[in-house]
């Protein structure tokens, strides 16, 4: 059994949450509906065939037993053809789902294989980085690869997609839309797309070989570098410390780390990023079901520039493992908006046949102790927007982004600009 420890939430927490919780849901009110509509049908049948219909039997049967009971039924009476491994797969969904944990999921091999695929950084399809809008449950586009095919085709961050080669999507086959948009590199897809203003028209795209770019960064005004971190994979530490190099090399006084609408990744690639920016020590620390605490700490030397951490509504788990260790060590301030609030560690176990489960293992701490789960990080200078204006952030103008300004502004006092 492989174990992979790593903090999601928004590819990750609304969108598992909305994703996974909504198909599950979906499922097992399908199945509820049409089992109370079964039970009423037989019950009606025995009143009027047999008379009394009362329950033969009373006593608990075992969940093998039980199945072999259902299963027994179906065969003999069941005018559908079934299909064993589709009933079984969907069974399995729903044991995790009544964990009551919407972090805890079972995902079959083609889930599982996507999910660490995505952690890794790489992968073939269109380019985009997507989630639900919990508003109407439908796949808006979070961010646009540059360079990217679906950057070639002219989609941007916003927009909807509506249909994967002619198959509705939504929040409800999630899964089944992202694995139509991968592929093999030099094949097509067809999308229709919903934007605002614009309505929905049909593009083709070419799917291609993408190295996810976590990290983008550039030099603003009164050299203050700008770093966005957009999730935490395997290829984001290494992305960071180059973009970290090259500002440094520009003569940087000033520095703001952007993790706006991140919605966190692997706990071993925030740790070592934000190793480079606090003091020797504390990072962030676990604890289990059991009480058994395990710390993270840093070893590198604090930077020694202004240091301002980005924030909003949509800054879940490793971003708040970033957000929590600089305000606590007071290595920066934080600007923004209060995070999202996912306080908790998942541990990947991978079954025998190749599928696996997400379990929440541990909650964690911030250096000073605090547990953020539910409640978020305020951050020490408040400035909110609207959830249109957050989730438009990568394409609004510097000068239209109230809370990169307020960002700009305090590095300027501190850097004595």
Aim: proline share 4%; glycine share 10%; no cysteine.
């Amino acid at each position: 059994m492989e174990e992979l420890r790593e903090i999601r939430d928004l590819r990750e927490i609304r969108e598992d949450v909305s994703r996974e919780r909504g198909a599950h849901r979906a499922h097992f009110i399908r199945g509820l509906i049409f089992g109370i509509v079964s039970v009423l049908i037989v019950l009606s049948a025995a009143f009027f065939v047999g008379g009394a219909g009362r329950p033969a039997s009373t006593h608990v049967l075992d969940p093998s037993a039980k199945i072999q009971e259902i299963m027994a039924i179906l065969e003999s009476h069941s005018v559908n053809n079934f299909d064993i491994e589709v009933m079984t797969e969907a069974m399995f969904i729903g044991l995790l789902y009544g964990v009551g944990d919407p972090y805890t999921a079972y995902m079959d091999r083609r889930t599982l294989a996507s999910f660490l695929e995505n952690t890794e950084g790489r992968y073939a399809g269109i380019g985009v980085r997507v989630q639900l809008d919990p508003l109407d449950n439908r796949i808006q586009i979070l961010q646009v690869f540059p360079n990217g095919p679906s950057a070639h085709v002219g989609l941007e961050p916003g927009d909807k997609i509506v249909r994967v080669n002619g198959t509705e999507v939504s929040g409800s086959n999630f899964d089944e839309a992202i694995s139509m948009m991968r592929g093999t590199p030099a094949t097509r897809v067809n999308l229709t797309i919903l934007r605002a203003q614009a309505g929905t028209f049909d593009v083709e795209i070419t799917r291609a070989e993408v190295e996810v770019p976590s990290v983008d960064h550039r030099m603003l005004d009164d050299e203050i570098g700008y770093i966005r971190i957009s999730n935490f994979d395997r290829m984001t530490y290494p992305q960071f410390m180059t973009a970290l190099n090259s500002l440094g090399q520009s003569n940087m006084r000033g520095l703001v780390i952007d993790v706006r609408n991140n919605p966190g990744g692997l706990l071993d690639s925030v740790v070592r990023i934000t190793n480079e920016l606090v003091p020797r020590g504390l990072i962030v620390y676990t604890e289990d079901k059991h009480g058994n605490r395990e710390e993270m700490r840093g070893n590198s030397r604090q930077l020694d520039i202004p240091l301002v951490i980005l924030v909003n509504e949509n800054s879940a788990s490793a971003s708040e493992v970033l957000a929590g260790a600089v305000r606590d060590t007071g290595s920066g301030i934080l600007v923004g908006n209060t995070t999202f609030g996912k306080g908790v560690v998942q541990s990947l176990f991978q079954l025998s046949d190749g599928s696996g489960i997400r379990v929440t293992v541990a909650r964690y701490y911030t250096p000073g102790g605090y547990s953020i789960h539910g409640e978020g990080i305020t951050p020490d200078i408040l400035i909110p927007t609207d959830r249109e204006t957050s989730m438009r952030i990568m394409s609004l103008e510097q000068w239209q982004d109230e809370q990169l300004t307020a960002a700009m502004d305090s590095l300027r006092a501190n850097i004595g600009r």
